[in-house]
């Protein structure tokens, strides 16, 4: 079986975003780039499945600016095969995205696509369904277990009450959520041995996808800050104020 | 204009996510349609068609619709938004699933998540885990959008809308059903609840964590929910989580409990009316955003609560 992984270069999650003071977005300058955490975990789960033999192949793929090379690196070094770079400086929505990821499978006929069912930038929680909607694949959204037996794909999901688990048949779509794995750090020699992976270089006229905009930002502000209430003394103040406020 | 809104339901009750979706639609304009999928749902209509605000709740009965796959809504909801300029659906698990692939076929560009609504064509949502409020102008024909349910009231009952059958789109699909896991329990579901007790990890187990957390929670009515910290450490189950990547919460009252206050977890709770944080660490962040914070140890103070409520 052959995977194919979508990875999104975005701020590190341990940076606090800070927003631009023209409230046209967020400061990127000199901040700190990392693999978006769900599409690690989207590496790691197909790194597992090619360690357990279940698969043969693994392709990464990223749309972003020249320095998605790296991400692309972290995930050759993580394990995967080979990758491919869709190089662009604009920002790129979900559905053009998707469209674009629809073409490079195409191309790349494979079996499976794992993705992050989120980037912890834009939050939109949308790509991965798009493409199965775009391919008429079926899809297995923030997964916690994948698991293929007998042609069949069994994703057990994460969703509001508890687990749900379906079977997806043929080519399918699986989104990760936070439990499916804990993704591996890659080793040294690993590193080294994946500056040698070959990366295709590509531009998004390559595949004939109109990616212009369809959202226009008005502004980006600040969230209302809450202010720090009060420090009470013991238990019983706590109850008292709580009492006060007619919260109890 | 027309809006189509996604009912969230489990065949039985319809979630509370679906009026707070209506009165986001209302804020957009025009007749709004309820769509209620399932299996042996009547209820569930009816219950839509006593919302206020709703003209007419659409009603499919199907085996596929039991469980609102994606590619069985997919089929059904694409070819009906040829009569509706918007399609709505809460944010929940069920409208995170299925909307995208809806907004894809029509070639739109979905707004996840929004919190706020001016005009008919201009919307708000957070971004960066809520770190930053983005104001977006979308330029397709027909919008599809999820809701954040703790950004809008439930619309009020007091309707009296038509219940309309319709067919459901024709399979096979290419997904199945295969088993569900649900937490049983009495307490209220977390997104609706009016008050949460949420624990983290200085609970130090999951035998501490019910001991602590469960009495309190039972004395207050509240549901349970955890950190994120609290759910890898495997103190509490996964669905417990609020937070960035968890669930959005805002309650009356929220009562963190040796929660240090992450910006992954204060993304999912801070616009809770009142704020309690109990920690020993008086440098612990969560303390920012507390109205009423006790420095001190949980293990002695939330006990001596749970006996003085």
């Known amino acids: ?248 | 204009m027309a809006v189509l809104v996604i009912a969230d339901h489990d065949n039985s009750a319809l979630s509370d996510a679906t009026a707070k979706t209506v009165t986001a639609a209302g804020k957009f304009g025009g007749d709004i349609d309820v769509l209620v999928a399932g299996k042996g749902a009547g209820d569930v209509a009816a219950a839509a068609a006593k919302i206020s605000g709703v003209h007419k709740v659409l009603h499919v009965d199907g085996d596929a619709y039991e469980h609102q796959l994606a590619e069985a809504m997919e089929a059904l909801i694409v070819p009906m938004m040829g009569g509706y300029d918007a399609l709505f659906a809460p944010a929940t698990t069920m409208g995170k699933n299925v909307t995208p692939r809806i907004a894809a076929k029509l070639d739109v560009m979905q707004l996840s998540d929004i919190t706020g609504i001016e005009g008919a064509d201009t919307f708000e949502r957070p971004i960066y885990a809520g770190n930053a409020i983005m104001t977006v102008t979308s330029s397709d024909a027909k919008k599809v959008v999820t809701v954040r349910g703790t950004a809008f009231d439930a619309a009020p009952e007091g309707g009296s809308a038509a219940v309309e059958s319709v067919d459901p789109a024709a399979g096979p699909f290419k997904s199945e059903f295969v088993s569900e896991e649900m937490v049983e329990s009495d307490r209220p579901e977390l997104t609706a609840a009016k008050r949460v007790v949420s624990g983290g990890r200085a609970l130090g187990s999951s035998e501490e964590f019910d001991r602590i957390i469960n009495p309190l929670a039972d004395k207050l009515g509240a549901a349970v929910g955890a950190s994120r910290a609290a759910v890898d450490a495997g103190y509490a189950p996964n669905d417990y989580q609020v937070g960035q990547t968890g669930k959005i919460v805002a309650p009356e009252l929220y009562v963190a409990v040796g929660i240090s206050g992450a910006i992954q977890h204060l993304a999912g709770m801070k616009d809770s009316k009142i704020i309690v944080a109990i920690n020993k660490d008086e440098e612990a962040p969560i303390f920012q955003v507390a109205d009423y914070g006790l420095v001190a140890d949980l293990f002695d103070a939330v006990p001596e609560l749970t006996g003085a409520l």
Do not use: C
């Not at chain 1, 409230?23 to 769900?38: E, I, R, T, W, Y």
């Not at chain 1, 491919?84 to 998707?98: G, N, Q």
């Not at chain 1, 629809?102 to 991965?128: F, H, R, S, W, Y």
């Not at chain 1, 502000?221 to 109850?239: H, I, M, N, Q, Y």
């Open chain 1, 1 to 248: 079986m052959k995977v194919l992984v979508p990875v999104k270069r975005v701020i590190d999650y341990n940076v606090k975003v800070r927003v631009k003071s023209d409230q046209s977005g967020v400061d990127l300058a000199n901040v700190k780039m990392s693999m978006n955490p769900f599409d690690e975990i989207s590496v790691e789960e197909a790194v597992r499945m090619k360690e357990a033999g279940t698969v043969t192949e693994i392709v990464v793929v990223s749309i972003g600016p020249q320095q998605a090379q790296e991400t692309i690196r972290t995930a050759l070094a993580m394990g995967a095969d080979r990758g491919i770079l869709i190089k662009t400086d604009d920002m790129v929505e979900p559905l053009a995205v998707a469209k674009v990821l629809a073409k490079v499978v195409e191309e790349e006929t494979p079996d499976m696509v794992i993705l992050g069912k989120q980037a912890i930038d834009d939050d939109a929680n949308q790509t991965g369904q798009m493409l199965g909607a775009l391919l008429g694949w079926p899809q297995g959204t923030f997964a916690s277990e994948v698991k293929s037996d007998g042609g069949k794909v069994h994703v057990t999901r994460e969703i509001d009450g508890g687990l749900q688990t379906v079977a997806l048949e043929g080519s399918a779509i699986v989104t990760t959520d936070l439990r499916l794995n804990e993704p591996r750090y890659a080793s040294l020699p690993n590193i080294m041995k994946a500056k040698k992976k070959p990366i295709d270089m590509k531009a998004p006229e390559d595949y004939g996808v109109d990616l212009s905009p369809r959202l226009t930002i008005v502004k980006v502000t600040e969230p209302p800050v809450r202010e720090a209430g009060e420090k009470v003394e013991d238990v019983s103040t706590l109850v008292g104020k709580l009492k006060t406020a007619g919260a109890v």
